[in-house]
């Protein structure tokens, strides 16, 4: 349709019709059919009357072509003007192909890799009927104590975060599905990593790490923006006009649709900073949220408000516009049901080709945090015993799968990845004990609003397993253990206070490791957990966060050598709890650790160092760096420095290095990190290959935002580090001169 239409159709709207383009609600009021709709926050009545259903805009979280064309049809044949619903959805690690949480994803350091796992689930979810999905997440995440640290494929990193934002929005785009960016902003900051907890920052720590993201998703036109929960700096985002109108649409020129996030309209009354449910109705209209997303806060008040003052009206007017343009983009005016197709999602969703490509992928991110004495891979005809709780466990995919994907059954444990490798008669396999005491996983359970499961001799059960792994690993070469923490309890709402591997694993371990066979670790979390309390006693650490369906495959893949890892972390692993927040483009104390007195910016009983450095991965592979040569040790605004350097596999495994380019300036008239991320090549390399790796350092590289607010670039030294991760590199010095 052509934009002229859509404005004669909003002509001829009346207010209620036009209020209802900005609310989205869940479909069982217009489908009786509560289980396979997930809620994804507190439920509530809305008290939408029947005569104001059917002007409704938008729909939360309804897949599958059968029922979404269900619902449509409903709607459309009650609608006045025939304006179809929009069917917005979480598809975040995969429609019903379920792929390695995103977190995961991103240690992969490929943008084919990550454009593969965004195209099959954008197809899945289109067919299935979405249309919008509400992704990519990009929250900056530091904490890890941030249950949702899980969603952020670009981890502490600005550079990374922006270039798979800008990879995620164009497939979306590029499958016909409309993407929504969230959650704007800098929700990933709340302090002590408790969900939805205060933010409060720096404008220059803002835009110098937390918006880059966004905004670089936003270049990338995407279609909307999600609000976040969090204040910023004292005021709601969902009610922040500085925020949503003076950055997001006028500097950023964003002029697409900006839903606000689950009931956050109506928690600006919680916050503090609406006086009540009129107030923050007036104050979100303003900031120009257009979408009530779950709560009545427009519903009940933007009538009366536009009676009382005709400006509202207009502000009304300008946010349908948005949805409507939305939905003409989207060709819904032509054909309400999108790219819904019963047969091709029959034959598309969960295909093979798609189960193997989701294998290949996660075998392709996993990453080896530990491998002494090249452990690892394993022999084929060692004797196996594999325990623990996630040695049988189909809890692999994260907590977001369980929006759409319900065959459980289909999901492959590492028990039978591994059967495929090995003669079964090699493999026994004990459970050893339950991810968490029966007493822990009720309080888990009480605390998230679940009921309990029935406590039945704990201690007595406890003891029963424990003994059974024991002799079950007595008669084994080797231990594969499969252990972390529970897919509940990361995840929206799934902060923790401390990240280490729960109790009652450590003790199995502690048991295990007496008996002085190796043990492989293969660690499932959907964090960075902190390890240090155990990984000295086992010989390979894989940390596998939540790979997803095929996950028992592709880890095998790689415990047995058939995929050499190469995944490399986007998000550092901590020493103890008590260190996060923690990442490695910090900026430097006056009193670095290195001082060698009580009065040094440290802690007592760990070093200030994170346990895995940001970028850091084992390989099969072994890489050697040498040789670094700069072009000239002298830039200007417009010369650029090449940069080259050897690197060699020196070893008889092919395998993908990731080569990092990092850099400090050294001097500033405001302080810089000591560290940040600049460019990476991902580079394949035959047994025994040497190759000279090249990057182009040029002015943009060198630019942040200054004492002014302004992103320039300064005059002075600056060093430029080379190597396999953010810790161990070697490095050059470099002048800017004007
Ligand atoms: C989450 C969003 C999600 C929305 C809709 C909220 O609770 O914060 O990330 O998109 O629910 O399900």
Not at 72 to 82: A, G, Y
Not at 516 to 545: C, E
Not at 578 to 600: D, F, L, M, V
Request: glycine fraction near 6%.
């Amino acid at each position: 349709m052509i934009q002229e239409k859509i404005i004669d159709l909003l002509n001829s709207m009346t207010l209620d019709e036009k209020i209802g383009q900005l609310i989205q609600i869940t479909p069982q009021l217009y489908y009786d059919d509560t289980s396979s709709t997930a809620e994804t926050g507190p439920i509530e009545k809305l008290g939408i009357s029947e005569e104001h259903l059917y002007n409704i805009g938008s729909i939360l979280n309804c897949g599958g072509a059968e029922k979404v064309k269900k619902v449509q049809d409903i709607f459309l044949s009650k609608n006045r003007l025939h304006i179809p619903l929009l069917f917005m959805a979480d598809v975040i690690n995969g429609f019903k192909t379920i792929f390695q949480i995103p977190l995961l994803q991103g240690c992969s350091w490929d943008l084919n890799l990550i454009q593969k796992c965004a195209e099959i689930s954008a197809k899945e979810a289109a067919f299935s009927g979405i249309q919008v999905n509400f992704s990519p997440m990009v929250d900056l995440v530091r904490d890890s104590r941030w249950g949702r640290v899980l969603e952020s494929t670009g981890g502490e990193d600005p550079y990374l975060g922006s270039i798979y934002a800008k990879t995620i929005v164009e497939t979306y785009k590029s499958c016909g599905i409309a993407s929504c960016v969230k959650h704007f902003a800098a929700y990933g900051a709340s302090q002590s990593g408790r969900d939805y907890n205060t933010v409060d920052m720096s404008e220059r720590e803002f835009r110098e790490y937390y918006l880059p993201s966004y905004k670089s998703a936003i270049e990338a036109n995407c279609d909307l923006v999600m609000t976040a929960f969090n204040i910023l700096n004292g005021i709601p985002c969902s009610s922040n006009k500085y925020l949503m109108y003076d950055i997001l649409r006028n500097e950023l020129k964003f002029n697409g649709v900006v839903i606000s996030d689950y009931s956050a309209i109506k928690e600006t009354i919680n916050h503090g900073y609406a006086k009540d449910s009129k107030d923050a109705a007036l104050k979100s209209l303003n900031a120009t949220v257009d979408i009530d997303m779950m709560s009545n806060v427009y519903y009940n008040n933007l009538k009366n408000l536009a009676f009382q003052d005709t400006n509202i009206e207009k502000l009304i007017d300008n946010a349908v516009l948005r949805v409507l343009t939305l939905k003409n983009n989207l060709g819904l005016f032509e054909n309400p049901y999108g790219q819904l197709d019963i047969e091709k999602e029959k034959s598309y969703v969960m295909s093979s080709e798609n189960l193997e490509i989701a294998r290949k992928t996660t075998a392709n991110t996993l990453v080896l945090l530990e491998n002494k004495n090249n452990i690892l891979p394993l022999n084929n005809n060692s004797k196996i015993a594999l325990i623990g709780p996630y040695a049988e466990n189909k809890g692999i995919s994260g907590i977001w799968s369980t929006i759409f994907y319900k065959e459980i059954e289909k999901t492959i444990t590492l028990k039978e990845g591994i059967e495929k490798k090995v003669n079964v008669d090699n493999l026994q396999i004990a459970r050893g004990c339950h991810i968490l005491k029966t007493s822990e996983f009720n309080n888990l359970l009480s605390s998230i609003g679940e009921s309990c499961i029935t406590i039945q001799n704990d201690d007595e059960m406890e003891r029963q397993e424990f003994e059974k792994a024991i002799n079950v690993a007595k008669n084994s070469d080797i231990i594969i253990l499969a252990i972390g923490e529970h897919y509940k309890q990361s995840g929206e709402g799934g902060s923790r206070s401390t990240i280490e591997l729960p109790d009652i694993q450590l003790n199995l371990l502690n048991e295990l490791y007496k008996l002085g066979k190796p043990i492989v670790a293969v660690l499932f979390s959907g964090r960075p957990l902190a390890v240090k309390n155990f990984v000295d006693k086992v010989s390979a650490l894989l940390w596998v966060g939540f790979p997803g369906i095929q996950g028992g495959n592709s880890i095998a893949d790689v415990l047995f050598g058939d995929v050499n890892p190469c995944g490399k972390l986007n998000m550092s692993f901590p020493q103890s709890t008590g260190q996060c927040p923690i990442y490695y483009n910090h900026y430097s104390t006056g009193r670095p650790h290195t001082y060698n007195t009580r009065y040094a910016s440290r802690f007592l009983d760990i070093p200030t160092y994170s346990y895995y450095p940001f970028g850091y991965g084992l390989s099969y592979s072994n890489f050697e760096y040498s040789n670094l040569v700069l072009s000239s040790d002298i830039i200007t605004e417009n010369s650029t420095i090449d940069l080259s350097i050897n690197v060699k596999n020196n070893s008889n495994v092919p395998g993908y290095e990731v080569v990092q380019l990092y850099i400090q300036d050294l001097v500033g008239s405001v302080v810089r990190p000591v560290k940040e991320l600049k460019g990476f090549k991902k580079v394949f390399f035959n047994a025994f290959e040497e190759k000279i790796i090249s990057f182009s350092i040029n002015n943009d590289m060198l630019k942040f935002y200054n004492h002014n607010l302004k992103f320039v670039s300064e005059a002075g030294d600056f060093k430029v580090f080379v190597g396999s991760n953010s810790r161990d590199n070697l490095w050059k010095v470099f002048s800017k001169i004007d």
